[in-house]
C-alpha cells in the first residue's frame, strides 16, 4: 500500500538558520564549567577554539570565574525543507544525521548536549564536528525572502511584504571559513535551492512524480539476467519523470521560473514551453496499469508465474512509484516441432527445410519477441522460395508449458485459415516500366509508339528519355523467374541508386488465366529535374587546424548521355583562418572547380558487374586549384583521376584509381619565406614549394557497420594501398642513388608506395553513453626516382582531429622539436611513419549539449634522419618508439545541431617526447593556475564534426 502519512499541520516550506557556540577547554587537572565553558574548576586555563583563551587559578578544589570570555566565533547552516510538521522533524535522515553526529562527538571526546535535532544540527567543515544551535525568526525570515527572488511570482509577494518591512533583524556575526569550503558550500547552497524550489509552485495536494523503482526478488536468477530485466521493466513504466541532470532539473525550474504566459507567443512563451518542461505529477501515475505491463512483459519473457506489486513513496510534496516483482523461475525450452516434410503440402515441406537455421534453440529461456522473429524470419524464406503472398500471421506457435520442470514444448504451424493465394508459388510473367510517370498527370496509358520491348521488358518512355539499357542492369527479374523478396529489393535499390528518379514504385498484379500463378510487375519511375544548380555556404576545419567557410556553386546534368550520367560541375572558394595556434594571421585562400562525370557501371573493354542492390560507378574528375597562403607563397594544383566504385552490400566499400595524377605548381614566394628557407637546414620548408608529380594506381576499402544503431558494438575500418610511379619507374630505370633521376615536362615524378590502416571501435553503454576509440597506423616507403614522400602524401600530426593537446603539425618527427620564434609561423612536421592511438567517452548531458573526456597518443617518424648536411635528430623510426610518444588529454563539448556538430575540445599534454628520456610525463608539471603554465600547455580546438 503507498505509504503515505499525513501530518496535522499543513505543508509548508520551512528554512531553518542554526546558529553555533563553541566550548572551550580546560587545561591542566581542571575542568570547564559555567555557560560556554568560562569558568575552569581544578588547577588549570581554559582556552577557547577560536583563538582566545582565559587564565584560571584555583586552589583546594574551589571554582573560580577566568578572567577573558573563552566563547568561540559564530557559525551558521541552512536546513531547507518541505517536510509537514512533525514528519521533518522526525524523518529518518535527520535520525540517521543525528545518530552519526553523536558517533562523531563521542570519538572526538565530546558529549552531545541535546539528543533532538529539532533544536541541534551538526555540521562537518572543521576536523571536528560543530555543535550548532538554533537562530530566531528573523534570520530565517531573511534567508526566506532571498529564495522567494529565484521565482517571479514568489518575487511579487515578496515586494508587497516589502511595503510593510518587519522589524530589523538582529546581526548575525559570522565564522571568517576557509574560501575553498566557503565557495563549495555557496554553490551546493544554490544547487539545493534551485532543485527544491521546482515544489513551490505545486498546488495543494499535488506531488512531483520523480519516476520509478522496480525491485527484483529473486535469489536464483543470474546477477546479469536480474540488471537487464530491471533495466527493461524501468523502461516500461509511464509516465516518464521530468529530466534531471545530478539530481536537479533545470528544465521544469525554467518552466516554473518563466510563469503563466499571458500571449500565445513571446519570449515567456518561448520560454516556458519550448525550453522549460510541464511537471509531470504524480496523480497522472497508474500503478495497477504500469503493474499489469511489467506482469505481462516478464511472462513474455519465460517468467510465468511473475508477481508484481505496486506501492509508492512520498517525501515532502515528492512521491517515487515503487514496483516489486517476484519472477519465480524462467520455462526453458525442451523441444521444437516443425511441420513435417510432406509430398500433398509443397509449403509445409518448405517451412521443414527453414528448422536448422531457426532461432529457437533447445535449453533457451522462452521469449515472445523471439518467437515473433522467427515467425518473420520463416515468412522471409517463403518469401524468396516464390510465396508472394505468405504473411507472418499465417503462422502459429503453439507452447505447451504442461510437462512440469519448468520446461516448454514449441510446435510450429500454418493456420488453418490460410488463404490458397498464400500457399501458392508465383513467377514472374510480363514486365512493364514508365521511366517518365509522373503522379500529376496519366502516362499509363500505352500507344503503338510509345512501347519499346527490349529483352523481357516493355518499357513505355512516351519523351524517350532513356536508353532502354540501363534497364537491363538494374533490373533482377527476368520473365519466367519464380517471385524472390531478395531479387525484388535489389531491383528497388538499384533503380534508386541510379540517382536520376524521385520516386520508384512497384506493383505485382496476378495474371487472370486459369493456373492463376503468375505475376505481372509494374515499375513507375518519377524522373528528377534534369538540370539543376545548387548554392552551398560550408562551414569547415582541416587536419591543420585551420577554421573557415567555403562557397560552392554546383551545376548538376543528370541523365546527360540518356544513360543515368551523372555530369557535375563545380566552382569554390574559401578562406581559412587559424583560431589558436602559432600561425594566427597567415590565413589561407582558395578557389578553383572541378569536373565529375559518372557512369551508373563498369566503364570497361569486358563486362563487370556485381551481384549487390548498389550499382557500380566508373568516376572521372579534373581539377584545378589556386592556393595562397597569406605572407609566404602560392600553390597551382592540377588533378585527375579515373576510377571504379562499388559496394558488395550497406558494410563494403571499394574504391579503385586506375590513375591518379596530380602535378603542383609554386607561385608568388615571398622574401619572408625565402629567408626562412634558409635558415632552415632540414629542407622541410623547402619541400612544400617543390614541384610535383605524382601519378600511379591506389585502392580503398571501407568496412562498417555503423549504421545499425542497436549494435553495442560498432567498428570502422578503411585500408588505403597508394603506388605511384611503379610501372613509369621500372620501364625508365630511374634511381636517384645513382643519379639517375627521370622527368616528365621537368619535373621529377613521385615513386612510392603507402600503406594506411584506420581502425574505430564504438561501444554503446547506454543511449546516451559512449566509448569511441581509434588506432591508426601508416607508412610510406620511397625508392627509385624519389628520396622521400611527395611533401602532400607525407603523415602528420597533432591538431583538432588527431592529438588535440599539441598543435597541428607541430608534433615529431620523433624526439625532434622544432624551435621557432614565436612571432613566426610554425613549419608543417611531416613524417614517414604514424601511430596514433585516441580514445573518448562521449556522454549527452541536455538537451543538444554533449560532453567528452579524452586521451590521445601518438607521434611520426622518418625511416632515416633526415636530408641534407644537418639532419633531424632524433627523428628515425627505432625500437624504442614507444617511449617516443606524445599523451595529450582534455575534454570538450560538443553542440549537435542536427545539421551539424560543432565542437570545442580544451586539451594540455601529460608527456612531451622532445623532452630528455626520464622527463617526458609532465603530469606533475600541470598548473592549472599559472598563466605561464597554461599559455604554453593548454590547447583550445574549435571543429566541425566529431574526430572520428
Given at each position: 500500500?503507498?505509504?503515505?502519512?499525513?501530518?496535522?499541520?499543513?505543508?509548508?516550506?520551512?528554512?531553518?538558520?542554526?546558529?553555533?557556540?563553541?566550548?572551550?577547554?580546560?587545561?591542566?587537572?581542571?575542568?570547564?564549567?559555567?555557560?560556554?565553558?568560562?569558568?575552569?574548576?581544578?588547577?588549570?586555563?581554559c582556552?577557547?577554539?577560536?583563538?582566545?583563551?582565559?587564565?584560571?587559578?584555583c586552589?583546594?578544589?574551589?571554582?573560580?570565574s577566568?578572567?577573558?570570555?573563552?566563547?568561540?566565533?559564530?557559525?551558521?547552516?541552512?536546513?531547507?525543507?518541505?517536510?509537514?510538521?512533525?514528519?521533518?522533524?522526525?524523518?529518518?535522515?535527520?535520525?540517521?544525521?543525528?545518530?552519526?553526529?553523536?558517533?562523531r562527538?563521542?570519538?572526538?571526546?565530546?558529549?552531545?548536549?541535546?539528543?533532538?535535532?529539532?533544536?541541534?544540527?551538526?555540521v562537518?567543515?572543521?576536523?571536528?564536528?560543530?555543535?550548532l544551535?538554533?537562530?530566531?525568526?528573523?534570520?530565517?525570515?531573511?534567508?526566506?525572502?532571498?529564495?522567494?527572488?529565484?521565482?517571479?511570482?514568489?518575487?511579487?509577494?515578496?515586494?508587497?511584504?516589502?511595503?510593510?518591512?518587519?522589524?530589523?533583524?538582529?546581526?548575525?556575526?559570522?565564522?571568517?571559513?576557509?574560501?575553498?569550503?566557503?565557495?563549495?558550500?555557496?554553490?551546493?547552497?544554490?544547487?539545493?535551492?534551485?532543485?527544491?524550489?521546482?515544489?513551490?509552485?505545486?498546488?495543494?495536494?499535488?506531488?512531483?512524480?520523480?519516476?520509478?523503482?522496480?525491485?527484483?526478488?529473486?535469489?536464483?536468477?543470474?546477477?546479469?539476467?536480474?540488471?537487464?530485466?530491471?533495466?527493461?521493466?524501468?523502461?516500461?513504466?509511464?509516465?516518464?519523470?521530468?529530466?534531471?541532470?545530478?539530481?536537479?532539473?533545470?528544465?521544469?525550474?525554467?518552466?516554473?521560473?518563466?510563469?503563466?504566459?499571458?500571449?500565445?507567443?513571446?519570449?515567456?512563451?518561448?520560454?516556458?514551453?519550448?525550453?522549460?518542461?510541464?511537471?509531470?505529477?504524480?496523480?497522472?501515475?497508474?500503478?495497477?496499469?504500469?503493474?499489469?505491463?511489467?506482469?505481462?512483459?516478464?511472462?513474455n519473457?519465460?517468467?510465468?508465474?511473475?508477481?508484481?506489486?505496486?506501492?509508492?513513496?512520498?517525501?515532502?510534496?515528492?512521491?517515487?512509484?515503487?514496483?516489486?516483482?517476484?519472477?519465480?523461475?524462467?520455462?526453458?525450452?525442451?523441444?521444437?516441432?516443425?511441420?513435417?516434410?510432406?509430398?500433398?503440402?509443397?509449403?509445409?515441406?518448405?517451412?521443414?527445410?527453414?528448422?536448422?537455421?531457426?532461432?529457437?534453440?533447445?535449453?533457451?529461456?522462452?521469449?515472445?519477441?523471439?518467437?515473433?522473429?522467427?515467425?518473420?524470419?520463416?515468412?522471409?524464406?517463403?518469401?524468396?522460395?516464390?510465396?508472394?503472398?505468405?504473411?507472418?500471421?499465417?503462422?502459429?506457435?503453439?507452447?505447451?508449458?504442461?510437462?512440469?520442470?519448468?520446461?516448454?514444448?514449441?510446435?510450429?504451424?500454418v493456420?488453418?485459415?490460410?488463404?490458397?493465394?498464400?500457399?501458392?508459388?508465383?513467377?514472374?510473367?510480363?514486365?512493364?516500366?514508365?521511366?517518365?510517370?509522373?503522379?500529376?498527370?496519366?502516362?499509363?496509358?500505352?500507344?503503338?509508339?510509345?512501347?519499346?520491348?527490349?529483352?523481357?521488358?516493355?518499357?513505355?518512355?512516351?519523351?524517350?528519355m532513356?536508353?532502354?539499357?540501363?534497364?537491363?542492369?538494374?533490373?533482377?527479374?527476368?520473365?519466367?523467374?519464380?517471385?524472390?523478396?531478395?531479387?525484388?529489393?535489389?531491383?528497388?535499390?538499384?533503380?534508386?541508386?541510379?540517382?536520376?528518379?524521385?520516386?520508384v514504385?512497384?506493383?505485382?498484379?496476378?495474371?487472370?488465366?486459369?493456373?492463376?500463378?503468375?505475376?505481372?510487375?509494374?515499375?513507375?519511375?518519377?524522373?528528377?529535374?534534369?538540370?539543376?544548380?545548387?548554392?552551398?555556404?560550408?562551414?569547415?576545419?582541416?587536419?591543420?587546424?585551420?577554421?573557415?567557410?567555403?562557397?560552392?556553386?554546383?551545376?548538376?546534368?543528370?541523365?546527360?548521355?540518356?544513360?543515368?550520367?551523372?555530369?557535375?560541375?563545380?566552382?569554390?572558394?574559401?578562406?581559412?583562418?587559424?583560431?589558436?595556434?602559432?600561425n594566427?594571421?597567415?590565413?589561407?585562400?582558395?578557389?578553383?572547380?572541378?569536373?565529375?562525370?559518372?557512369?551508373?557501371?563498369f566503364?570497361?573493354?569486358?563486362?563487370?558487374?556485381?551481384?549487390?542492390?548498389?550499382?557500380?560507378?566508373?568516376?572521372?574528375?579534373?581539377?584545378?586549384?589556386?592556393?595562397?597562403?597569406?605572407?609566404?607563397?602560392?600553390?597551382?594544383?592540377?588533378?585527375?583521376?579515373?576510377?571504379?566504385?562499388?559496394?558488395?552490400?550497406?558494410?563494403?566499400?571499394?574504391?579503385?584509381?586506375l590513375?591518379?595524377?596530380?602535378?603542383?605548381n609554386?607561385?608568388?614566394?615571398?622574401?619572408?619565406?625565402?629567408?626562412?628557407?634558409?635558415?632552415?637546414?632540414?629542407?622541410?620548408?623547402?619541400?612544400?614549394?617543390?614541384k610535383?608529380?605524382?601519378?600511379?594506381?591506389?585502392?580503398?576499402?571501407?568496412?562498417?557497420?555503423?549504421?545499425?544503431?542497436?549494435?553495442?558494438?560498432?567498428?570502422?575500418?578503411?585500408?588505403?594501398?597508394?603506388?605511384?610511379?611503379?610501372?613509369?619507374?621500372?620501364?625508365?630505370?630511374?634511381?636517384?642513388?645513382?643519379?639517375?633521376?627521370?622527368?616528365?615536362?621537368?619535373?621529377?615524378?613521385?615513386?612510392?608506395?603507402?600503406?594506411?590502416?584506420?581502425?574505430?571501435?564504438?561501444?554503446?553503454?547506454?543511449?546516451?553513453?559512449?566509448?569511441?576509440?581509434?588506432?591508426?597506423?601508416?607508412?610510406?616507403?620511397?625508392?627509385?626516382?624519389?628520396?622521400?614522400?611527395?611533401?602532400?602524401?607525407?603523415?602528420?600530426?597533432?591538431?583538432?582531429?588527431?592529438?588535440?593537446?599539441?598543435?597541428?603539425?607541430?608534433?615529431?618527427?620523433?624526439?625532434?622539436?622544432a624551435?621557432?620564434?614565436?612571432?613566426?609561423?610554425?613549419?608543417?612536421?611531416?613524417?614517414?611513419?604514424?601511430?596514433?592511438?585516441?580514445?573518448?567517452?562521449r556522454q549527452?548531458?541536455?538537451?543538444?549539449?554533449?560532453g567528452?573526456?579524452?586521451?590521445?597518443?601518438?607521434?611520426?617518424?622518418?625511416?632515416?634522419?633526415?636530408?641534407?648536411?644537418?639532419?633531424?635528430?632524433?627523428?628515425?623510426?627505432?625500437?624504442?618508439?614507444?617511449?617516443?610518444?606524445?599523451?595529450?588529454?582534455?575534454?570538450?563539448?560538443?553542440?549537435?545541431?542536427?545539421?551539424?556538430?560543432?565542437?570545442?575540445?580544451?586539451?594540455?599534454?601529460?608527456?612531451?617526447?622532445?623532452?630528455?628520456?626520464?622527463e617526458?610525463?609532465v603530469?606533475?608539471?600541470?598548473?592549472?593556475?599559472?598563466?605561464?603554465?597554461?599559455?604554453?600547455?593548454?590547447?583550445?580546438?574549435?571543429?566541425?564534426?566529431?574526430?572520428?
Open positions: 500500500m503507498p505509504s503515505f502519512r499525513k501530518s496535522k499541520t499543513p505543508s509548508r516550506m520551512r528554512i531553518r538558520i542554526s546558529l553555533f557556540r563553541r566550548s572551550c577547554s580546560c587545561s591542566g587537572s581542571g575542568s570547564c564549567s559555567g555557560s560556554g565553558g568560562r569558568s575552569c574548576s581544578g588547577s588549570g586555563s582556552s577557547g577554539s577560536g583563538g582566545r583563551s582565559c587564565s584560571c587559578s586552589s583546594g578544589g574551589s571554582s573560580c577566568c578572567s577573558n570570555s573563552c566563547s568561540d566565533g559564530l557559525a551558521f547552516a541552512e536546513q531547507y525543507s518541505h517536510r509537514s510538521g512533525s514528519e521533518a522533524e522526525n524523518s529518518s535522515d535527520n535520525r540517521n544525521e543525528h545518530k552519526f553526529a553523536n558517533s562527538l563521542k570519538e572526538s571526546g565530546k558529549r552531545n548536549p541535546s539528543d533532538s535535532l529539532t533544536n541541534r544540527i551538526f562537518y567543515l572543521w576536523p571536528k564536528p560543530i555543535e544551535r538554533p537562530v530566531r525568526r528573523q534570520l530565517a525570515q531573511t534567508m526566506h525572502e532571498f529564495v522567494s527572488t529565484l521565482n517571479p511570482h514568489a518575487w511579487r509577494k515578496n515586494s508587497e511584504a516589502k511595503q510593510n518591512p518587519p522589524a530589523k533583524p538582529t546581526k548575525i556575526p559570522t565564522v571568517n571559513l576557509r574560501p575553498t569550503l566557503k565557495n563549495i558550500a555557496a554553490t551546493l547552497a544554490l544547487l539545493v535551492v534551485a532543485s527544491c524550489s521546482n515544489t513551490k509552485y505545486l498546488k495543494e495536494g499535488e506531488l512531483l512524480y520523480l519516476g520509478a523503482d522496480v525491485e527484483i526478488k529473486s535469489d536464483s536468477m543470474p546477477k546479469k539476467n536480474r540488471k537487464q530485466l530491471k533495466k527493461d521493466l524501468e523502461g516500461l513504466t509511464r509516465p516518464r519523470p521530468n529530466k534531471a541532470i545530478l539530481g536537479l532539473r533545470p528544465k521544469l525550474y525554467i518552466w516554473n521560473l518563466a510563469g503563466e504566459p499571458k500571449k500565445d507567443k513571446g519570449f515567456r512563451n518561448w520560454l516556458r514551453n519550448k525550453v522549460g518542461e510541464e511537471p509531470v505529477l504524480f496523480h497522472q501515475v497508474d500503478l495497477d496499469y504500469n503493474a499489469e505491463v511489467l506482469q505481462s512483459y516478464a511472462q519473457k519465460g517468467y510465468f508465474k511473475a508477481v508484481v506489486s505496486a506501492d509508492s513513496t512520498r517525501r515532502g510534496k515528492k512521491a517515487k512509484a515503487r514496483y516489486t516483482i517476484t519472477p519465480g523461475p524462467r520455462y526453458t525450452i525442451k523441444s521444437v516441432t516443425f511441420p513435417e516434410d510432406s509430398i500433398d503440402s509443397d509449403l509445409d515441406s518448405t517451412i521443414a527445410r527453414t528448422q536448422r537455421r531457426s532461432l529457437l534453440k533447445v535449453g533457451d529461456g522462452f521469449d515472445l519477441d523471439v518467437i515473433k522473429d522467427e515467425r518473420d524470419r520463416i515468412d522471409t524464406r517463403l518469401k524468396n522460395k516464390g510465396y508472394f503472398f505468405f504473411s507472418p500471421d499465417f503462422l502459429k506457435v503453439q507452447v505447451d508449458s504442461t510437462i512440469g520442470e519448468h520446461k516448454v514444448d514449441l510446435f510450429v504451424k493456420k488453418d485459415e490460410t488463404p490458397d493465394a498464400a500457399k501458392k508459388v508465383y513467377k514472374i510473367n510480363d514486365i512493364f516500366i514508365y521511366p517518365s510517370f509522373s503522379v500529376r498527370r496519366d502516362t499509363v496509358g500505352i500507344d503503338s509508339t510509345d512501347v519499346t520491348y527490349y529483352h523481357d521488358f516493355v518499357i513505355i518512355d512516351k519523351q524517350n532513356f536508353r532502354p539499357r540501363i534497364f537491363d542492369r538494374t533490373m533482377y527479374f527476368k520473365k519466367g523467374d519464380t517471385y524472390s523478396r531478395n531479387n525484388h529489393n535489389l531491383t528497388l535499390s538499384r533503380l534508386t541508386n541510379l540517382g536520376v528518379f524521385k520516386f514504385k512497384n506493383d505485382f498484379k496476378v495474371v487472370d488465366d486459369e493456373a492463376g500463378d503468375k505475376l505481372d510487375a509494374f515499375y513507375y519511375l518519377t524522373p528528377l529535374p534534369k538540370k539543376s544548380i545548387r548554392v552551398e555556404i560550408l562551414a569547415k576545419t582541416n587536419s591543420a587546424n585551420y577554421t573557415g567557410t567555403e562557397l560552392n556553386v554546383n551545376w548538376s546534368n543528370r541523365n546527360t548521355f540518356k544513360g543515368a550520367e551523372l555530369l557535375q560541375i563545380t566552382a569554390f572558394g574559401g578562406l581559412e583562418v587559424q583560431v589558436s595556434g602559432q594566427k594571421g597567415f590565413n589561407v585562400y582558395r578557389v578553383g572547380g572541378e569536373t565529375n562525370l559518372v557512369w551508373p557501371r566503364v570497361a573493354p569486358f563486362k563487370l558487374d556485381t551481384p549487390s542492390g548498389f550499382m557500380p560507378r566508373t568516376k572521372a574528375t579534373l581539377g584545378y586549384e589556386y592556393q595562397m597562403r597569406q605572407q609566404l607563397y602560392s600553390l597551382n594544383s592540377f588533378k585527375g583521376s579515373f576510377s571504379y566504385l562499388w559496394k558488395d552490400n550497406p558494410r563494403r566499400d571499394h574504391e579503385l584509381k590513375t591518379e595524377i596530380t602535378y603542383v609554386p607561385g608568388n614566394v615571398t622574401e619572408l619565406y625565402m629567408e626562412r628557407i634558409r635558415e632552415d637546414n632540414t629542407g622541410t620548408l623547402e619541400k612544400v614549394i617543390e610535383q608529380l605524382i601519378f600511379g594506381p591506389s585502392y580503398s576499402y571501407t568496412y562498417t557497420n555503423t549504421m545499425r544503431q542497436r549494435l553495442k558494438h560498432q567498428i570502422y575500418f578503411k585500408g588505403i594501398l597508394d603506388v605511384a610511379g611503379t610501372i613509369a619507374g621500372v620501364a625508365t630505370g630511374a634511381n636517384v642513388q645513382k643519379g639517375d633521376t627521370t622527368k616528365v615536362f621537368g619535373v621529377p615524378f613521385s615513386q612510392y608506395v603507402k600503406v594506411e590502416a584506420d581502425f574505430r571501435h564504438y561501444w554503446k553503454f547506454s543511449e546516451n553513453t559512449q566509448l569511441a576509440s581509434r588506432i591508426f597506423g601508416g607508412f610510406g616507403y620511397a625508392y627509385g626516382n624519389s628520396t622521400s614522400l611527395p611533401f602532400i602524401k607525407q603523415f602528420f600530426i597533432g591538431g583538432t582531429n588527431s592529438i588535440r593537446a599539441f598543435r597541428a603539425r607541430s608534433l615529431g618527427p620523433g624526439t625532434y622539436r624551435e621557432t620564434d614565436t612571432n613566426e609561423f610554425l613549419p608543417d612536421q611531416s613524417g614517414d611513419i604514424k601511430i596514433e592511438m585516441n580514445t573518448e567517452i549527452k548531458l541536455f538537451s543538444i549539449v554533449h567528452a573526456v579524452f586521451v590521445d597518443a601518438g607521434n611520426i617518424w622518418l625511416r632515416n634522419n633526415g636530408t641534407g648536411d644537418d639532419p633531424l635528430p632524433g627523428a628515425k623510426f627505432t625500437s624504442k618508439f614507444l617511449s617516443e610518444m606524445a599523451v595529450g588529454t582534455g575534454l570538450g563539448l560538443r553542440f549537435d545541431l542536427s545539421f551539424l556538430v560543432l565542437r570545442t575540445d580544451l586539451a594540455f599534454p601529460l608527456r612531451k617526447p622532445w623532452l630528455p628520456q626520464n617526458r610525463w603530469i606533475d608539471q600541470i598548473e592549472f593556475g599559472n598563466a605561464g603554465w597554461r599559455k604554453e600547455n593548454l590547447v583550445f580546438n574549435l571543429a566541425i564534426g566529431y574526430p572520428f
